[in-house]
């Protein structure tokens, strides 16, 4: 079992429903983009940037919520994010005007900036088996990216995409009263945090730190910008799904549309749940630079076939670039916590996700830029750009890790 205690499995429950939340709300306006341009009577490249403020300060918030989270008990802490979030998300379904919506969603990234600080910090302290925790944890992240475009393409569908907003604010709601109910502990266990890094000639690990920080940056600016894109992407250049249902006799012919590319981004996101397991198993057993490299060269052949594909091919290579993407993800969280120490665990989570999710923000304003100069299918360039320079930081990373031999040891 992953969890030894009861204490570990409510860390796991309020962590792990955390993150299923937290990646389904960020996902739910690129799934919406096209009935809110239609409500709002806006462009693409228009409505996209309503969520720009959401996706930056749920960047940005990151560092200062983690600074604060060191210092507050779990219980307050979670208490504010569920309950902030529930009430933002909730607000953000009655907004009539973009200028509301956008107000709206950037306090609940504010919000939602809390999560992984607060997660992940809570995690890598408290559960023995860390990698494999992570892995789990990862999961129930890819299940909130892979079911959120999919119950928001059906509630969309049928009731509009105020209602997708409102149905999912019931989630935090219901975990902010199971706090009030249930205790939560933690147990900070120093002597892993001394085996966490080994020195050499009393150098820290700051220098692969800091590498470590500009490839989280790098991964979060393409990362970011495939979940923006992705339904949309799909909409114009994946059909065969849509081709089935416009056999059947519908009225809604363009929800129709968005619910096939927002079910089939589901689909990607679903499968990607392989990766999260493989990365937490190798998380636990293997030397962690060295196949945070290996996910990354696995990924970009498939990154450059979704620029060409369309169609079937197209939905094929978007499932295996996400799949070693997403499996990343327990590898990169478990080398964050091999970098840092216990006490500012949560400090240092702020600042990868500083960089990933709040650098990661500014993606939105080339992706719309390219699109409406070029086409969607000219911003995979810059993709592809952006990570053959992270695949050449990541390989810096291998080098520099073996003169401080920083790995996790369990």
């Known amino acids: 079992m992953i969890a030894q205690n009861k204490n570990e499995r409510r860390i796991l429950l309020f962590s792990n429903v955390g993150h299923f939340l937290v990646h389904s709300i960020i996902l739910i306006f690129p ?155 933690v147990v900070s266990n120093k002597k892993r945090d001394q085996q966490n890094i080994s020195k050499e000639n009393g150098e820290s690990s700051l220098v692969p730190f800091i590498i470590l920080l500009i490839s989280m940056c790098l991964a979060g600016f393409v990362y970011r910008g495939q979940t923006i894109i992705m339904p949309t992407y799909f909409e114009k250049k994946v059909y065969f799904l849509f081709d089935l249902i416009k056999k059947l006799n519908i009225k809604n012919f363009q929800g129709a549309k968005t619910l096939s590319a927002t079910t089939l981004t589901s689909l990607v996101y679903g499968i990607s749940i392989i990766g999260q397991l493989g990365g937490g198993k190798i998380a636990n057993k293997y030397r962690l630079d060295i196949f945070y490299f290996y996910f990354l060269i696995l990924a970009l052949p498939f990154l450059i076939m979704m620029y060409f594909f369309e169609n079937i091919l197209l939905f094929i290579s978007s499932i295996f670039f996400i799949l070693f993407t997403v499996g990343m993800q327990p590898i990169e969280n478990s080398l964050v916590a091999s970098f840092t120490p216990d006490k500012w665990r949560s400090t240092s989570y702020g600042f990868k996700f500083v960089l990933t999710f709040g650098v990661g923000s500014l993606v939105i304003y080339p992706v719309g830029y390219i699109q409406e100069r070029y086409s969607i299918s000219a911003v995979f360039i810059m993709f592809i750009g952006v990570i053959i320079i992270l695949a050449i930081n990541n390989y810096l990373l291998i080098k520099v890790s073996r003169r401080y031999r920083a790995k996790v040891k369990q």
């Open 31 to 185: 799934s919406v983009v096209t009935p809110i341009s239609k409500d709002f009577s806006l462009n693409f490249a228009e409505t996209i940037k309503i969520s720009f403020p959401m996706y930056l300060l749920y960047g940005l918030g990151a560092l200062p919520t983690g600074f604060v989270i060191d210092h507050l008990k779990p219980k307050i802490s979670y208490c504010l994010y569920f309950g902030g979030v529930f009430l933002f998300t909730f607000i953000s379904s009655f907004t009539r005007a973009p200028m509301e919506l956008r107000i709206s969603l950037a306090i609940l990234g504010i919000f939602l900036s809390m999560y992984h600080p607060l997660g992940l910090g809570l995690i890598s302290t408290n559960i023995k088996n860390r990698g494999m925790a992570l892995g789990l944890n990862g999961i129930f992240g890819s299940l909130g990216l892979a079911l959120s475009p999919f119950i928001a393409g059906v509630i969309n569908y049928w009731y509009g995409w105020r209602k997708v907003y409102r149905f999912i604010s019931l989630i935090p709601l219901l975990m902010f009263l199971m706090l009030l109910i249930l205790d939560l502990k």
